[in-house]
């Protein structure tokens, strides 16, 4: 049966599943268009964070829509998709967060100063909603981004 503990600091346990909500740590990521990059950064870090952060993704000027591209790669990986969308960055500018970070030199330049206490990293990816060629060498350009995004985050959650 599920239960309650209070103890130091707020806990929810679910058998097999604890949130430590004292610990959980938000990270927003940002790019331009907040249509493939940053929205899988968000999945990626919500599902690999292993319960230590909630992540987000806006737009220094959102599209509107998370390209099909996006949705087709993290779909084919597993991931859940569902209520992803494109979101600009004014919906977090009120919000605390603990990082930022931006994941393309646009994004970078347009970014708004944080307070002190928010971390702000830039991990540069190339932009697979600009990249040009066939239907499939759009996919395999969008693949390759993924990984990139995917080992990037990794790496983060090993320091």
Not at 119 to 143: I, M, N, Q, S, Y
């Amino acid at each position: 049966m599920p239960r309650l503990d209070m103890v130091g600091a707020f806990c929810l346990s679910i058998p097999s599943f604890t949130i430590n909500i004292s610990t959980m740590q938000t990270i927003l990521f940002i790019c331009t268009g907040n249509s493939a990059r940053s929205v899988m950064a968000e999945v990626l870090m919500n599902e690999l964070g292993d319960g230590g952060y909630r992540a987000f993704s806006a737009g220094a000027k959102p599209t509107g829509e998370v390209n099909p591209l996006t949705i087709e790669i993290l779909k084919a990986h597993g991931h859940k998709t569902a209520g992803i969308r494109s979101k600009p960055l004014s919906e977090f500018l009120d919000k605390d967060l603990d990082i930022v970070v931006t994941v393309c030199d646009s994004a970078r330049e347009l970014c708004p100063i944080w307070p002190k206490k928010t971390t702000v990293l830039h991990w540069g990816f190339d932009d697979p909603a600009a990249f040009e060629g066939t239907r499939e060498e759009k996919l395999t350009f969008f693949e390759k981004i993924y990984r990139q995004i995917r080992d990037r985050i990794k790496r983060f959650l090993e320091e």
